[in-house]
């Protein structure tokens, strides 16, 4: 599985758009990439993925480079609420195989008021 | 709908003792499941995967075992625990859903 690089913290003003960063140069063609967040001491929940199309949903929009080797997870409004930690993944889903990943250390986004 | 249960939430064990983690799947057959350690503020590191009863996959070399002894269910075992077994501790499965990994709510083991 490719691996991604995330820098390690971001702060945001309470209202704006946070743009959060994610390289994985190494990434293979059947790959998605995929975004989950984690709460202090909570499980991560995902919150968007893409394979090459940008994507939106109600809590976020990916930005996927043309050639797939970076992507920008973006919170239109960040609220306090948003104050976490975003990790980006790569990886393959197949029904028959385990996809497994590896989280690397993600980005600590803190959300001022 | 899909649910994935974990418990305990917390547990304090003596170095030395026994573990047993457990995380039952709902809503769903046949998932690939996944456990995962998290030391304090670092991301997550991979234990085992499981594609089916009885199959593991084991990661990194330690001091830990897993089974899946039922479709759903998955265990995290030692018999004796280390100092460095402490950390955060998440179930997690996938699915044909292409949401990825849905994790559980962890456990936070500390060994003393």
């Known amino acids: 599985d490719a691996k991604t690089t995330q820098p390690p913290s971001m702060d945001c003003a309470e209202g704006r758009a946070a743009n959060l960063p994610c390289n994985h140069s190494?990434?293979?063609?059947?790959?998605?990439v995929y975004w989950y967040r984690q709460i202090h001491s909570q499980g991560p929940q995902y919150i968007i993925h893409?394979?090459?199309n940008n994507e939106t949903n109600e809590m976020a929009s990916l930005i996927i480079t043309e050639d797939r080797k970076s992507s920008t997870l973006i919170l239109p409004h960040a609220t306090l609420r948003d104050t976490a930690v975003y990790y980006c993944?790569?990886?393959?889903?197949?029904?028959?195989?385990?996809?497994?990943?590896?989280f690397g250390d993600g980005t600590t986004l803190t959300v001022k008021p | 709908s899909q649910t994935i249960h974990q418990w305990p939430a917390t547990l304090v064990q003596p170095v030395g003792s026994p573990l047993s983690l457990e995380c039952t799947v709902e809503?769903?057959?046949?998932?690939?499941l996944y456990w995962y350690r998290q030391a304090a503020g670092r991301g997550l590191q991979l234990l085992f995967y499981?594609?089916?009863?009885?199959?593991i996959s084991s990661e990194v070399p330690q001091n830990l075992s897993a089974s899946r002894p039922q479709d759903r269910q998955f265990i995290l075992s030692s018999k004796k625990l280390l100092l460095s077994d402490s950390g955060f501790y998440l179930c997690?499965?996938?699915?044909?859903?292409?949401?990825?990994?849905?994790f559980g709510s962890g456990t936070r083991l500390t060994v003393v």
């Open positions: 997690a499965w996938t699915g044909s859903g292409k949401n990825g990994y849905t």
């Open positions: 190494t990434i293979s063609g059947n790959e998605y």
């Open positions: 893409g394979l090459k």
């Open positions: 993944i790569v990886m393959v889903l197949v029904l028959t195989n385990a996809g497994k990943s590896t």
């Open positions: 809503g769903t057959s046949n998932p690939n």
């Open positions: 499981s594609v089916g009863i009885g199959q």
